[in-house]
């Protein structure tokens, strides 16, 4: 898997301490030597709602095929 800068990926898992869940999506805005990856996720309006360093299998590349969903903010 090769994954770009502003790639959009999916979490693997729930990061509860940061009200992320499992399927959100996010960007990369930077690459590691260590194939991490500095992740934003972002709300609708455009407000940065959590920016992490995941590692492999923390996240997944999307699919073309992928449908995208949406959830509230206040469903975390």
């Known amino acids: 898997m090769t994954i770009k800068l502003l790639d959009v990926v999916m979490l ?5 301490s940061y009200g992320l869940k499992r399927g959100d999506i996010g960007a990369v805005v930077e690459l ?8 934003e996720f972002v709300t609708a309006g455009g407000f940065t709602k959590a920016l992490l360093t995941l590692s492999p299998g923390q996240f997944s590349p999307l699919d073309p095929q992928d449908m995208l969903a949406v959830r509230r903010r206040d469903a975390a």
């Open 12 to 16: 693997e898992a729930d990061i509860p």
């Open 32 to 39: 590691y030597q260590n194939e991490a990856v500095e992740v």
